[in-house]
């Protein structure tokens, strides 16, 4: 692991420890020792070659999530209790009007005192949710990960072409595709966001079952994916493309009763000394636009030189 790598999670261990401490009501030594080993449990199973193990290591030590479900947890059972006395106050309205005359000037007080405090509830539960989904907006805009599908972010992405392109040369050889959904406005369209949005989750399911443990997947963006092949030549990515094209368009995705048929074009390059993130990107993009300009569902390469 690299001395960066090191100092980030001991920092980011550090700053998680203070906040679950300042969020408990009171807080013992016992929190703090466990907190400790379950870190180190974590640390020893960081895989230092993987950019994953190290990112679901920090994701580990972020107990926010837990934190949030936490608060959020608390805050509705004390809104619930609310609005049991609130119950209880307005049985105790009709029950204190009972053997009386009705006085409706009262009773429509009571009412509008009863109305006021419900508001106030509601309006309180309202923030609650607007904060939490702040926090979780926050939290997956500062990890690695996608919100929706659970591979990797575009930072992701970045950061781990950056990496490599530093380095120059490499003793293997690492391809980039690109993959994108053949016609997704039209099916969402079709069949609203929702389903477009499941269709994504599917899709990158199906790209991680499809791939070897060291391959890598991001979420490039909207129906876009990029994967990463390592230590594979140009004839093993391409026989991987085509059998991610294959699992694609041979499954079936049901919804709402109804078979929605999806398919993908990919790009497809391969790296060499002096690439950069972006020349990369570049090319790879370049071999699906000819994906899509020639039929879709299709494979296309193109490597440093254009062909």
Do not use: W
């Not at 994701?59 to 209880?88: C, D, H, P, V």
């Not at 009773?107 to 309006?123: A, D, G, P, V, W």
């Not at 929702?194 to 899709?203: N, R, S, T, V």
């Not at 990463?228 to 699992?247: F, G, S």
């Amino acid at each position: 692991m690299e001395k960066d790598d090191l100092k980030s999670l001991v920092t980011q261990m550090h700053k998680e420890l203070l906040e679950n401490i300042d969020s408990q009501e009171q807080a013992n030594k016992e929190q703090v020792i466990k907190y400790l080993q379950d870190a180190i449990r974590t640390i020893r199973k960081i895989d230092d070659n993987k950019i994953d193990s190290i990112e679901h290591a920090k994701l580990a030590f972020t107990n926010a999530y837990k934190e949030i479900a936490k608060e959020s947890l608390t805050s509705y059972k004390k809104t619930n209790g609310k609005f049991e006395e609130l119950t209880k106050l307005h049985k105790e309205t009709f029950e204190e009007f009972k053997p009386h005359f009705i006085d409706v000037p009262s009773i429509t007080t009571k009412f509008n005192e009863i109305q006021s405090h419900m508001t106030h509830e509601i309006q309180k539960a309202n923030e609650v949710i607007q904060m939490l989904s702040s926090q979780i907006k926050d939290l997956e805009e500062d990890s690695h990960l996608d919100g929706l599908t659970k591979v990797f972010n575009r930072k992701a992405l970045n950061h781990y072409l950056e990496e490599i392109t530093k380095k120059g040369s490499l003793q293997h050889e690492l391809h980039l595709l690109i993959l994108d959904i053949d016609d997704f406005k039209k099916i969402n369209d079709t069949y609203g966001h929702i389903a477009g949005d499941k269709i994504l989750i599917f899709l990158a399911n199906l790209l991680r079952k499809t791939l070897r443990d060291g391959d890598k997947v991001f979420r490039y963006g909207g129906e876009e994916f990029v994967i990463i092949l390592n230590r594979v030549d140009t004839n093993k990515c391409e026989e991987i493309a085509r059998r991610i094209l294959h699992n694609v368009s041979a499954n079936t995705l049901l919804y709402k009763g109804e078979s929605v048929k999806i398919t993908m074009s990919i790009g497809s390059t391969r790296y060499v000394a002096g690439d950069t993130p972006e020349s990369l990107i570049e090319r790879a993009d370049r071999a699906l636009y000819k994906s899509k300009t020639k039929g879709k569902n299709q494979l296309n390469m193109e490597n440093n030189n254009g062909n």
